[in-house]
């Protein structure tokens, strides 16, 4: 079923599960995000409904020989459930010491920030304010700097697939903090810049919420990730600074390829306007994202009367428990989706 965005993982995978804190779900993924009454109104043109109660961990959608698959869920349910506290915590305090991020909110339904890649390891999307109204670039110029602010002889490379450049006349609006020499070279807001700026101010925060025994940085990585002491193990978050730009459907994401019947271009226009996001997780390049549209996507799977999210869940079962075990996985739910 090729109906997916993003090339591959890290930075670009959906939700493995349906992860409402305290409530086992009654369907994956069951819902998009906390949605504002502009976005519900968007999922009704759809043809979709807004998430709704949760069934009672009890109520199995599974027959007796899928209550496995089950059972992980609602123990990914709890871990979720403390690893959002944390991750509001910390956020919380980031966005008081920089005005350029915001807080991760906490949900007691289903929380769209935080994408399960496998059982102990997790994708958080943390949002950046000050920048808006995007626009896309129309002159293309070359990049001669380095990250260090040395000048190359030859420029860099461009942006291939799903990636791209983002300067800060971009938007129609920003604050005065994008165009500091801490995220910014040569008008462009880099994402590496962006990071190192960002995992600065996640060491600081885990010390100020007094969570150095529960939460540690994982430097040997060059994305920000932290491990997470739950009650039941330890699980790896990946930070990631994200731009959201809704609305706005980018020109290099052709979608849906030519002569497809499914879906419909009422529904593809509907799917659209929710759109996209930028990823900081590379260098000189911000990877477009596409989780929203995706996870809409994902929730029509069975329209037909199939059976295709059963299916899927018992492949991710076998992966998790067969193929691909333990932390660091190097096939996740997003190849299976592909």
Known sequence: MHIWLHPQRPCSSTSEYDCSPGSAG???PHSLYRMSSQQGNRLSSCGLKSPGPHSAPGDSPFPP?????????????QIVEEVQRVVHHLTTEISLQDLRFQAVPYSDTYNGNIKVLAPSQFLVTVPVKGLVGY???REQRWRYYTLRGTRLPCP??????????LEAEQFMKSQWQWHEADVNIEGDIVPAKVLQVFRKLVENAIGTCHLSGKVSMLTQLSAVWVAVETSTCQVELELVPTVEIP???PEKARWPPCLK?????QRVECIKSFG???????????????????????DQLDEDGGCRRKCFQALRQMKEDVWCPGKRPVVTSHHLQD
């Open 276 to 298: 996209f996001a930028l990823l900081a997780c590379s260098n000189y390049h911000w990877q477009q994202s596409f989780l929203q549209a995706e996870q809409v996507l994902l």
């Open 26 to 28: 009654t369907g994956w």
């Open 261 to 265: 019947r499914w879906p419909s271009r």
């Open 247 to 249: 609305t706005v459907w």
């Open 135 to 137: 626009r896309e670039a």
């Open 156 to 165: 860099l490379q461009d942006p291939e697939g799903l990636r791209q450049w």
């Open 65 to 77: 020989e899928h209550r496995q698959v089950d059972l992980r869920r609602q123990q990914i349910s």
